[in-house]
T-cell receptor
């Protein structure tokens, strides 16, 4: 049973483009939605997170859009750079915080060409 | 910046052997986790640990798995009798009450032959 569905599996954009990664969830008890970035040989690292009381959150070039009624959320990377090339995971938790188990999506491998 | 460390980085073992994966969480964290990632698949939760006991475990975490915090710094995952399907990257994570995320270690790649 996939708690969190993520698409696309891979994404290639030119430098300066705006890659968008989408996630959908089924469990309405989820109340914390983080995005993790993973570089080869490293563990996932938190990029940005959102709670369902807001529809959008921006941190630098990264934006999460959240649609509670559709049970969907997405990550937008503005002015993408080659250094953004990594695997991105969406996740969800039903504990409203970082303490609960995280349910991860399958990941999106992003490549940004110079 | 403090970080979670894991050893070894790569472990190769024969099917049926016991393995112990080691993690040193960030020093003031109180909540500890193990996740695994089979090649090409998503990261999956195995177990969480708080106050010297398991707080939650997934269906993957069966009797072959156990966790322990043998001292004030280490957190271990033991697989008693490894199977081929246990081959994966195993990530340790930790967090605390006032932190904003679970901090992940770099992982241990377990290969079961």
């Amino acid at each position: 049973q996939q708690q969190v569905k993520q698409s696309p599996q891979s994404l290639i954009v030119q430098k300066g483009g705006i890659p968008i990664i989408n996630c959908a969830y089924e469990n309405t008890a989820f109340d914390y939605f983080p995005w993790y970035q993973q570089f080869p040989g490293k563990g996932p690292a938190l990029l940005i997170a959102i709670r369902p009381d807001v529809s959008e959150k921006k941190e630098g070039r990264f934006t999460i859009s959240f649609n509670k009624s559709a049970k969907q959320f997405s990550l937008h990377i503005m002015d993408s750079q080659p250094g953004d090339s990594a695997t991105y995971f969406c996740a969800a938790s039903d504990r409203g915080s970082t303490l609960g188990r995280l349910y991860f999506g399958r990941g999106t491998q992003l490549t940004v060409w110079p | 910046e403090p970080e979670v460390t894991q050893t070894p980085s790569h472990q190769v073992t024969q099917m049926g052997q016991e393995v112990i994966l080691r993690c040193v969480p960030i020093s003031n964290h109180l909540y500890f986790y193990w996740y695994r990632q089979i090649l090409g698949q998503k990261v999956e939760f195995l177990v969480s640990f708080y106050n010297n006991e398991i707080s939650e475990k997934s269906e993957i975490f069966d009797d072959q798995f156990s966790v322990e915090r043998p001292d004030g710094s280490n957190f271990t995952l033991k697989i008693r009798s490894t199977k081929l399907e246990d081959s994966a990257m195993y990530f340790c994570a930790s967090t605390g009450h006032s932190t904003d995320t679970q901090y992940f270690g770099p992982g241990t790649r377990l290969t079961v032959l």
